[in-house]
């Protein structure tokens, strides 16, 4: 089993959709959290980290539960610029901030 | 502020060869952590330094190796390559465990 699952889509929406990603973790001893999102053959780069208490950032809401190991990344109002892969991160060692990475959902926005 | 810069950015290897990258972390983070993202895949942590020491290694063979100079800059080789090295390999920088800035990778084909 992979230590964080994603749903690798595509999802396919037309602009101005809402769309959820969720993730899974296995590793009840991660302690930090993160969304990332790469473009097509590009670095990825840092959307969000996800707090317990959840946290919004404009048309980006992030959620975390802790007991079902769940994280989760809404996106209303979807734009073209949008698309991409977004990839759930989990990070699992104190002071060390090894990344562990899931495999990435494609998000297609269309016109 | 220049971000992480890794060199060369694309490399053709021949199976057996031996292969060194470099990453230029951002002035003044002090870690540096490299990773393997294979096409299709999420990036997979290989080694994390910090202040010159090594702090976390993946699960890769002895195949792999690193260092970090003085200057926190920092070298991943690889020896007697194979096929399944060909990967995108990325160098991500951080100042005291927090965000981790990805360079744009060199990307490794091993023919």
């Known amino acids: 089993r992979k230590e964080v699952e994603q749903d690798p889509g595509p999802f396919n929406v037309p602009e101005g959709a809402t769309v959820a990603f969720n993730c899974t973790y296995s590793n009840s001893a991660s302690q930090s959290f993160f969304w990332y999102r790469q473009d097509c053959r590009k670095e990825p780069k840092l959307l969000m980290s996800v707090y317990s208490s959840g946290n919004e950032d404009g048309r980006f809401t992030a959620q975390l539960n802790r007991a079902s190991q769940y994280i989760s990344l809404l996106i209303r109002d979807s734009k073209l610029s949008d698309s991409a892969t977004y990839l759930c991160v989990v990070s699992n060692q104190a002071g060390r901030r090894a990344l562990t990475f899931g495999s990435g959902t494609r998000l297609q926005v269309q016109p | 502020d220049a971000g992480v810069t890794q060199s060369p950015t694309h490399l053709i290897k021949t199976r057996g060869q031996h292969v060194t990258l470099r990453c230029s972390p951002i002035?003044?983070?002090?870690?540096v952590s490299w990773y393997q993202q294979v096409l299709g895949q999420g990036p997979q942590f290989i080694f994390q330094?910090?202040?010159?020491?090594?702090?976390g290694r993946g699960n890769f063979p002895d195949r792999f190796s690193a260092r970090q100079f003085p200057n926190y800059s920092s070298e991943l080789n690889v020896n007697a390559l194979l096929l399944g090295d060909s990967a995108l390999y990325l160098c991500?920088?951080?100042?005291?465990?927090?965000?981790?800035?990805f360079g744009q990778g060199t990307r490794l084909t091993v023919v």
């Open positions: 991500a920088s951080s100042l005291d465990d927090r965000e981790a800035f």
């Open positions: 330094y910090y202040e010159k020491e090594e702090r």
């Open positions: 002035s003044g983070h002090k870690s």
